[in-house]
């Protein structure tokens, strides 16, 4: 069965989860120009595209741990989940530089200073632009596989951060970022814990480098 749905999956287009990623951009969008934002639109804005990009960024965390423990392979979707984690990341980034801040760059750098949550979420956020310019496979030849791997480890101080720039951001506790936490601690555990099963090849379509199998 399994064998099957890995079948399926090498002919899935990787377009697709492309265009499916862009689903809750365009119902932003949308929600915009009907009025449906609620009383704070520009929080609920910078919330979304925030909580979007962190649901990308677990999806690629997930990759690994789901092939080491049931064999189904997500490797070739893998770059795309990544790279639409910073395409969220980035225009939550721009939302609140242009609608909150108003392009003032003093006083973001004094918020940046001043504040923890937003000195966790521009660390993150220029983590996931690291991986984001080098998530091709010009850089993999470039830097080598090696030094490769070690840049995209990033990943595991950069999600942790995500979490907690949500959490400290509402100044409490709240129960969904803390839930995202303890997935993202629970996969970063599952990968250290678990090794890849033997039997699994990766074919040229998942991955174009083998060192992308290491992210």
Same mark, same amino acid.
């Given at each position: 069965m399994v064998a099957a749905l890995n079948g399926w999956l090498r002919r899935v287009p990787v377009w697709v989860l492309w265009l499916a990623g862009l689903i809750p951009l365009g119902l932003l969008v949308w929600d915009i120009f009907t009025g449906g934002l609620g009383v704070?639109?520009? %929080?609920?804005?910078?919330? $979304?595209?925030? *909580?979007?990009?962190?649901?990308?960024l677990v999806a690629s965390l997930a990759v690994t741990p789901v092939l080491r423990l049931? %064999?189904?392979?997500?490797? $070739?979707?893998? *770059?795309?989940?990544?790279?639409l984690?910073?395409?969220?990341?980035?225009?939550?980034?721009?939302?609140?530089?242009s609608m909150d801040m108003g392009f003032l760059w003093a006083q973001m750098a004094r918020d940046v200073v001043k504040r923890p949550y937003l000195l966790f979420g521009m660390a993150a956020f220029l983590m996931l632009l690291a991986l984001a310019a080098t998530s091709n496979d010009w850089s993999i030849r470039r830097l080598g596989g090696h030094a490769w791997r070690r840049l995209h480890r990033l990943v595991y101080l950069a999600a942790p951060l995500v979490a907690l720039h949500w959490i400290w951001s509402l100044k409490t506790f709240p129960v969904r970022p803390g839930f995202w936490l303890a997935v993202i601690l629970a996969l970063l555990a599952l990968r250290v814990a678990t090794r890849r099963p033997k039997g699994i090849r990766l074919r040229k379509g998942d991955e174009k480098s083998k060192a992308n199998t290491a992210a």
């Open positions: 704070e639109p520009i %929080r609920d804005i910078e919330h $979304r595209l925030g *909580r979007t990009a962190l649901y990308f049931s %064999r189904v392979n997500l490797l $070739r979707f893998r *770059r795309a989940l990544g790279l984690c910073f395409t969220y990341a980035g225009l939550h980034l721009l939302a609140w530089i």
